[in-house]
């Protein structure tokens, strides 16, 4: 399955994560395709790589006072990607007190809650946005007759330029507010530009995380975390079962024991 040093955030390219991708129907040869393109392209050690510059960037950020990366997308069908890249740069770089604190934000939906802070909050963030070209799915917006509304001025059109021109505005706006900006343009979400975009951010977390001097493969304190959980699990048994009115009871047998970590060679990551 998956080996015992390799963390959750780093397995969805392993059976793990391929086999409930088959199952949604989603081509995982497409999608190991495009990660292994991607690889080829970003193994590569040059001032042209990407994900290098990408690395680059933020760590530059970073030195000069930055403490959070908010990554944007103005397609919903990427919001699960926004959830792995908090969990990929959170748990491979927020170590040794140090670190960029990873958010994320779908836009335009977020923006009507995060607009003004991001505008005229403190100044502790930079925005990197995914630019996908071109949507899933584009609707024609049709003139509402009588114009109750008063927004027929954006009738005529697919809604995707005016999600385009709502990008390009905010970026403009928050450009002028102070606000880094970083640009990562996708043709589209297709498998293959998934996978390949996968790989991009993998490389750029690992070599992110060098720039730190740290560890981007490993999660110590969520180990920590996990530990803390198991005790407080094993001091239930002196304390009294609500549900049955009786003190629960705790086999010893079922924790793991001191000093192991992973048990049963399972992968709690």
Not at 49 to 64: G, H, M, T
Not at 119 to 129: A, L, V
Not at 209 to 238: D, E, H, M
């Amino acid at each position: 399955m998956v080996p015992d040093d390799v963390g959750g955030r780093y397995s969805v390219l392993s059976a793990v994560g391929l086999l409930p991708i088959a199952a949604a129907g989603i081509s995982i040869d497409d999608l190991m395709k495009g990660a292994a393109d991607s690889m080829e392209r970003f193994s590569v050690l040059s001032k042209d790589n990407d994900a290098y510059k990408y690395a680059a960037i933020r760590n530059i950020l970073y030195r000069k006072g930055k403490s959070v990366e908010i990554l944007e997308c103005y397609e919903p069908d990427f919001a699960l990607m926004n959830e792995w890249y908090k969990q990929l740069f959170g748990e491979s770089e927020g170590k040794d007190n140090k670190g960029l604190f990873p958010a994320s934000c779908i836009f335009s939906t977020d923006l009507h809650s995060m607009g003004q802070f991001i505008q005229e909050g403190s100044r502790t963030m930079f925005e990197t946005i995914v630019d996908v070209k071109k949507p899933a799915q584009d609707l024609f917006i049709d003139p509402l007759e009588g114009n109750f509304d008063g927004l027929n001025f954006l009738a005529n059109q697919n809604m995707s330029i005016v999600n385009r021109k709502a990008m390009e505005g905010t970026i403009l706006a928050h450009t002028d507010g102070g606000v880094p900006e970083v640009l990562i343009e996708v043709d589209d979400l297709t498998a293959y530009n998934v996978g390949y975009l996968i790989y991009f951010f993998w490389r750029a977390c690992a070599c992110s995380g060098y720039l730190l001097s740290v560890n981007p493969f490993n999660q110590p304190g969520v180990r920590a975390i996990k530990r803390i959980c198991l005790l407080c699990w094993a001091s239930r048994a002196t304390k009294p079962d609500r549900r049955a009115g009786s003190k629960a009871e705790v086999n010893k047998n079922d924790l793991p024991p001191q000093g192991v970590e992973n048990t049963g060679g399972l992968n709690y990551d």
